[in-house]
């Protein structure tokens, strides 16, 4: 899965945890939390839907799979979607990651011709 196909953020942290990511093909929880700078419990949390990264951590996280900046920029979009605490903030996160996937869309079709 690529990060533009994730319905949200923790889907893709999900992901990455249980798959991999070709920088990074195999990873723990506790590899990935060392990273992060907080304790593997955190992660758990996260996966859970019982806690958030922050912004730092979110960049961090990127950084520990070897995201490129477009990636980069679209999981902390994701995570400011995800994170909103009103319908216009939710809303402005959305059109930016529409905008976003709908670039990585044509780049990636235009590619295969």
């Known amino acids: ?54 912004s730092e951590q979110a960049v961090r996280f990127c950084d520990f799979y070897g995201m490129d900046p477009a990636s980069t920029d679209y999981f902390i979009d994701l995570l400011g979607r995800d994170r909103a605490g009103d319908v216009p903030t939710r809303e402005l996160f959305s059109q930016r990651l529409d905008r976003q996937r709908d670039a990585w869309l044509t780049l990636q079709n235009r590619l295969k011709d």
């Open 1 to 54: 899965m690529h990060v533009y196909e994730a319905e949200g953020y923790r889907t893709f942290v999900r992901h990455c945890l249980e798959h991999g990511t070709p920088a990074r093909p195999r990873s723990t929880k506790k590899l990935l939390a060392d990273h992060l700078r907080v304790h593997a419990t955190f992660v758990s949390h996260v996966v859970a839907e019982k806690a958030d990264f922050s």
